[in-house]
């Protein structure tokens, strides 16, 4: 049975990180050279962690699925990244960033980690500034910032709505320059398909070439997985196509604990889906709620031209439920909101699933000009994809899949319980609890690669240093590989009639209606009971043209979606297990008489990681305790 040691250091909450940072213990430059790092993902985790490590002189091995690094999903990230300059003098400080996640969590995250991402976010905003990202200045020069939800404090630094894409740029410049100085080598469009444990701790990995289908072995003496999040297990998302959570699976069925699955986060502000052939929905960044204002028609079925209602029939309905912090809630809550009001018949658009973003207020008092220099190519996105001039009508938007703060169990050395598996980014559990916070994923995964993870793992690596390389030809390595193997033959020789996307499609409505933005216990059991079908069906009548040694998307697909299947059950189990509501996960039966989430703090206050016994066994439930010691954990309140 796997332990839970979180490895929390002694000393007060502002002082821990020090403490550790000046007790760990360290490996000198001679011995790093003699030591490998795999580092599986090139998003904003990945990167800056293969790079840190590079430079540190450590020998980094790194891989992706895409044919560039740079192409990892962290691109696609618009609004921003959070940090606790406090230029605006407005009150902001590395406690009350970390008070806001913690409470913008609804106290189902780790104090210790959550403080010490907060600690490190200046740094982070230094470091990519020196590295040359185009954030947005103010007239004196200094960078400027925007509002997130959940928060009512200005720290969220951006490059107009193409952050994520600069920062991107900065880390794979990063990356690159130490590609070119030898300390890592990049290995694109290759796909983790197993982990390799030898001797109980993480020594390789086995990756399938994406252009001759090969199979390789890598080893190293740790691993890190930087992979990213599972939200497109909801099929339509805002995530990249590709996104998926199998190399976070695989290490969950070589031991690591899952925690939290079903703390998925549903966002407010998605271009509402237009059609059923649609393979993904698109994001209006979070940043638009500084300026746009929310609302719907304060009568049923009102068929008129947005433009052509009048102040007094409009409902604002976030203002009006949430005076504190109106447009600007955190995204659970929006979701929620939005949803409650189109279910309740006041929804807009053709299919009624969409309310009004509207920024004609922010307009005539700012001018198109400014508005344009915070948002244009947002506004742009929107014009090329419904055919609307938001300069002119509102937008119309919806909740969709996003984010997921669940993910593989770390210690405070984002280490999962495998000695010497690490897991950062998004692809780890640990920082957002029930909900994330807009901004703070940029945050923590860059955090966790440039200035947590390289610190974290040298108390690893510093017993590492007379393990000598190791072999690839060892049986756990031909092990791996031959499962590997036979799950890719067993895949392909189904030969039925139905596409990868055909089982994915339905697998993601399953989960959208009973695992989504509100869940219940009827409606769990009968999405455990449909995925189980489904999952025979797709391993009955599965189809995957064209062979194994060769470019072929469709078996990539089908790996993917056949362990979204086994991760379907877990998240549904988790959601099952967890009878309250707090922050993404809704439970019907736990709220309160106005219709907000109510958590049971006597009987929940724990993190669920869960433990793989088998196959067609059911999970083991480990419960990691959640103390609270600077924070009073309070009912969560943004009225
Ligand atoms: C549309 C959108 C906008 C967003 N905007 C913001 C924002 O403004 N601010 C913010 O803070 N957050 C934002 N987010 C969230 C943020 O973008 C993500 O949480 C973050 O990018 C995750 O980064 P990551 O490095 O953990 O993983 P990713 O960027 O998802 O990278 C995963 C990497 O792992 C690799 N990989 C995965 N599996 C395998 C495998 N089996 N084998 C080999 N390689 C593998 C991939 O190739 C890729 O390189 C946004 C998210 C979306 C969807």
């Known amino acids: 049975m796997a332990i839970l040691n979180a490895k929390i250091p002694e000393g007060s909450l502002a002082e821990k990180w020090t403490q550790y940072k000046n007790s760990v213990k360290l490996v000198n430059p001679a011995n790093k050279k003699k030591?490998?790092?795999?580092?599986?993902?090139?998003?904003?985790?990945?990167?800056?962690?293969?790079?840190?490590?590079?430079?540190?002189?450590?020998?980094?091995?790194?891989?992706?699925?895409?044919?560039?690094p740079r192409r990892a999903h962290a691109i696609a990230s618009q609004g921003g990244i959070n940090a606790t300059k406090n230029y605006q003098n407005d009150g902001d400080s590395v406690y009350r960033l970390f008070y806001d996640m913690i409470k913008g969590g609804d106290f189902r995250a780790r104090e210790a980690n959550v403080y010490r991402a907060a600690e490190v976010s200046s740094q982070v905003i230094d470091h990519y500034t020196a590295l040359g990202v185009p954030?947005?200045?103010?007239?004196?020069?200094?960078?400027?910032?925007?509002?997130?939800?959940?928060?009512?404090?200005?720290?969220?630094?951006y490059a107009k709505g193409q952050t994520g894409q600069q920062c991107m740029l900065a880390s794979y410049s990063s990356l690159n320059r130490q590609i070119s100085k030898g300390t890592v080598t990049m290995f694109s469009r290759r796909e983790m398909l197993d982990l390799v444990l030898v001797d109980g701790k993480a020594r390789g990995i086995i990756t399938r070439n994406l252009i001759t289908g090969e199979l390789e072995r890598h080893s190293a003496h740790a691993v890190v997985l930087a992979s990213g999040g599972y939200g497109t297990i909801y099929y339509l998302s805002t995530l990249?196509?590709?996104?998926?959570?199998?190399?976070?699976?695989?290490?969950?069925?070589?031991?690591?604990?899952?925690?939290?699955?079903?703390?998925?986060?549903?966002?407010?502000?998605?271009?509402?889906?237009?059609?059923?052939?649609?393979?993904?929905?698109?994001?209006?960044s979070e940043s638009l709620r500084n300026d746009g204002r929310i609302w719907v028609p304060k009568e049923k079925n009102d068929k008129r031209h947005p433009n052509d209602i009048p102040e007094e029939d409009r409902?604002?309905?976030?203002?009006?439920?949430?005076?504190?912090?109106?447009?600007?809630?955190p995204r659970d809550v929006g979701s929620r909101a939005a949803k409650e009001r189109c279910d309740a018949g006041y929804g807009v658009g053709p299919t009624g699933l969409a309310v009004y973003m509207d920024f004609r207020d922010a307009i005539k008092k700012q001018g198109d000009k400014t508005i344009e220099a915070k948002y244009g190519n947002l506004f742009q996105l929107y014009d090329t994809i419904t055919g609307v001039n938001p300069y002119k009508e509102p937008m119309q938007i919806y909740p969709s899949a996003h984010y997921t703060m669940g993910g593989l169990w770390v210690d405070y050395n984002l280490?999962?319980?495998i000695p010497g598996l690490y897991a950062i980014g998004e692809a780890n559990f640990a920082d957002h609890g029930a909900n994330r916070?807009?901004?703070?994923?940029?945050?923590?995964?860059?955090?966790?690669?440039?200035f947590i993870l390289p610190f974290t793992i040298s108390d690893y690596m510093a017993d590492q240093i007379k393990t000598p390389r190791i072999p690839v030809n060892l049986k756990e390595f031909d092990e791996a590989e031959e499962n590997v193997r036979k799950r890719l033959e067993k895949l392909i020789s189904i030969n039925g009639t139905q596409t990868p996307t055909f089982f994915h499609k339905k697998l993601g409505k399953i989960m959208w209606d009973y695992c989504g933005m509100v869940r219940n216990e009827e409606g769990l059991k009968k999405a455990s009971e449909l995925v189980k079908e489904l999952k025979h069906e797709f391993w009955t009548d599965l189809k995957v043209p064209g062979n194994l040694n060769e470019l072929n998307q469709e078996i990539e697909k089908a790996g993917r979606v056949s362990d979204f299947f086994d991760l379907a059950g877990l998240l549904i189990s988790d959601a099952l297990n967890r009878k309250e509501s707090c922050g993404a996960h809704f439970r019907e039966e736990s709220q309160t008489p106005d219709g907000e989430a109510q958590r049971n703090d006597d009987e929940y206050l724990y993190v669920a990681a869960w433990e793989f016994k088998g196959e067609e066994r059911p999970h083991q439930l480990h419960k990691e305790k959640l103390k609270f010691e600077e924070v009073e954990v309070q009912v969560r309140s943004y009225k």
């Open 240 to 284: 990249a196509i590709q996104s998926n959570g199998s190399a976070a699976w695989k290490a969950h069925l070589k031991g690591a604990l899952f925690a939290n699955p079903s703390f998925a986060q549903i966002h407010p502000t998605s271009i509402p889906q237009l059609n059923e052939y649609q393979s993904k929905l698109t994001l209006m």
């Open 415 to 417: 280490m999962t319980n």
């Open 135 to 157: 954030f947005a200045r103010d007239y004196g020069g200094s960078l400027t910032n925007r509002s997130f939800g959940g928060v009512q404090v200005s720290r969220t630094f």
């Open 35 to 68: 030591l490998d790092i795999i580092v599986v993902g090139t998003g904003a985790a990945g990167s800056s962690a293969a790079s840190a490590l590079g430079e540190l002189g450590y020998n980094v091995k790194v891989f992706c699925y895409q044919d560039s």
């Open 315 to 329: 409902d604002y309905y976030l203002e009006r439920r949430y005076p504190a912090y109106g447009n600007l809630v």
């Open 437 to 450: 916070l807009g901004a703070a994923s940029l945050m923590q995964c860059s955090g966790d690669g440039y």
